[in-house]
């Protein structure tokens, strides 16, 4: 079994920045691709972005690039998401999930995942 647990989360204004954290136990951290997603009240849960098993590769929203930035330590089992110049519309609970065996044609899709945590609330503020 593989356990998630993010961190980071809060209140913050708009245009500020916040580095989610998503501690991963349980197996090997290095067997797991890991993704980003969020869900804000009433939408559906959106991808933001995933890193490959030894963070060489990654994946965003279009609509995300250049803001946020995924990345991971693998001796840490720990992955991140950095979140600049964030708006009001990031508001959502985050959530990080671990895919054993995704392709990066399925990064996107949140059924591809095996493993989710159980997410942290970002409030951006106007």
């Known amino acids: 079994q593989v356990h998630l647990v993010e961190s980071g989360g809060g209140l913050v204004q708009a245009g500020g920045s916040l580095r989610l954290s998503c501690l991963v136990s349980g197996r090997t951290f290095s067997s797991y691709a890991v993704g980003w997603f969020r869900q804000a009240p009433g939408k559906e849960r959106e991808f933001v972005a995933r890193?490959?098993?030894?963070?060489?590769?990654?994946n965003y929203a279009d609509s995300l690039k250049g803001r946020f930035t995924i990345s991971r330590d693998n001796a840490k089992n720990t992955a991140y998401l950095q979140m600049n110049s964030l708006k009001p519309e990031d508001t959502a609970v985050y959530y990080c999930a671990a895919g054993e065996n995704l392709r990066t044609i399925d990064v996107s899709n949140p059924t591809n995942y095996d493993y989710w945590g159980q997410g942290t609330q970002v409030t951006v503020a106007s």
């Open positions: 890193v490959s098993k030894r963070g060489s590769g990654t």
